[in-house]
């Protein structure tokens, strides 16, 4: 699978745009890419998933340039309670389910 | 409603014990799955299980052994614990990608179960 490297964390301030990129050089033609966030004392959560162009959903919107090799998660008008963990993984869809690994992902800080 | 629920959250234990985790998931989702995440907070798959049979099993010491009576439980039993062992443990589940057509199956994760090897 793809690696991916992305930032190891972030500081932003209460209703600023967070925009966090994620690179994967490797990704393959069935390979999608996912995001999930992560609260202390919790399991990832799943945020969005993409192939290519935009995705939005009412969390975030997911940018993937053409060459696939890199995507950006933009979370809109950030709160205190968007504090967390972002995980970007490359996901390949294998009939034996889901094998994701998941890298140290990008802890992000909303100030107030 | 807890969708996926493991117990117990917490787990303080000696070296050398055989504990075990449990986890249920009430979503009718057809596998299940168990990670590790260490103190750097990478989450590594350790077992994947589909409709009670083993389908993904990492580099994992035969020490740690997953049992799964059925679709909607998948428990992790842990023999002769060590002090490398301490982490913490999610349980997750999720539907076949298929169902979901072109797009993947989320993963739906339990709130981990920490571990402590002392």
């Known amino acids: 699978l793809a690696k991916t490297t992305q930032p190891i964390s972030m500081d932003s301030y209460e209703g600023q745009e967070v925009n966090i990129t994620c690179s994967h050089n490797n990704i393959a033609t069935n390979d999608y890419i996912t995001w999930y966030q992560q609260f202390p004392s919790q399991g990832p959560r799943f945020i969005i998933q993409g192939y290519k162009t935009k995705v939005t959903n009412e969390v975030a919107s997911l940018f993937i340039p053409a060459d696939r090799k890199s995507s950006t998660l933009s979370l809109p008008r950030v709160s205190l309670s968007d504090t967390a963990v972002y995980y970007c993984?490359?996901?390949?869809?294998?009939?034996?389910?889901?094998?994701?690994?998941f890298g140290g992902g990008t802890r992000v800080l909303v100030k107030p | 409603d807890t969708a996926v629920s493991q117990t117990p959250k917490y787990l303080v234990t000696q070296m050398g014990n055989d504990k075990s985790i449990k986890c249920e998931q009430n979503?009718?989702?057809?596998?299940m799955y168990w990670y590790k995440q260490d103190s750097k907070k990478f989450l590594k798959i350790m077992f994947s299980?589909?409709?009670?049979?083993?389908?993904i099993n990492e580099t994992v010491p035969n020490r740690f052994s997953p049992k799964s009576p059925d679709k909607a439980h998948l428990n992790l039993h842990i023999n002769s614990l060590e002090l490398g062992d301490s982490a913490v443990y999610f349980c997750a589940s999720s539907q076949d990608w298929g169902i979901w057509g072109q797009e993947g199956s989320p993963l739906h994760f339990g709130n981990g179960t920490r571990l402590t090897v002392t």
């Open positions: 299980y589909n409709n009670k049979e083993l389908i």
């Open positions: 979503l009718g989702h057809d596998t």
């Open positions: 993984l490359v996901e390949r869809l294998e009939a034996a389910g889901n094998k994701l690994t």
